[in-house]
């Protein structure tokens, strides 16, 4: 699980059978200090987080083999919403 | 899921029995930078199976790690990147300031 700040959307028209009706985000991966950590990541939202929203990701497919089926390829799914961290991401240390 | 972009395709003309009918794509998969700039790609380049035919130059999106090879479940096949979704429209918009750390510099003292 990480922290991870939503950065855009994605539509998808053609894709594995299992991940339709899914709402496509995109994240960015926090480090301590607020910026950003490797790749941008596809996750699937089922809970509307929005553009700019700091999200909590599980890297675990039970989440969306929940909401899906058993063969889904896909593992990041937003977990929740985040109400506040502290120490805030940025903060000075 | 990390975002790629198509640059080909792989045949194998000795294979594993398991990845029979398994079409291979090359991917290069999409940096933050390079996505921002409107240019993307800039990752190291990677072979991924897939089962939606994208061309080449499009970008998809694909799984990594045991989950990909996923979609045969309950066989067991050895693959470990995965074409999940081809991308239709992207709308990619991270904060123009990078959040700083806002640490204290520490004067140089004159020896």
Known sequence: MYLARIDGTLTSTIKHETLGGFRFLIAQRLEGDGSGSGEPQV???MI????????LVTTDNEAVRKASKNTTP???AVMGIVDSVYPEPGAAA | MRLGVVRGTVV??????????????ILEPVTAERLAAGNPGGGK?????DQLGPGIGQMVGFAEGRTAASPWYP????????????????????PKVAAKPNVRKTKKVRQ
């Open chain 1, 48 to 55: 509307g987080a929005r553009v700019g929203s700091l999200v």
């Open chain 1, 43 to 45: 996750v699937i939202d």
């Open chain 2, 75 to 94: 066989n067991d096949i050895p693959v470990d990147a995965y074409c999940c979704l081809i991308v239709e429209n992207l709308d990619y918009t991270p």
């Open chain 2, 45 to 49: 380049c990677l072979i991924a199976a």
């Open chain 1, 74 to 76: 896909v593992r990041l």
């Open chain 2, 12 to 25: 194998l003309s000795h294979a594993l029995p398991t990845l029979a009918g398994v079409r291979l794509v």
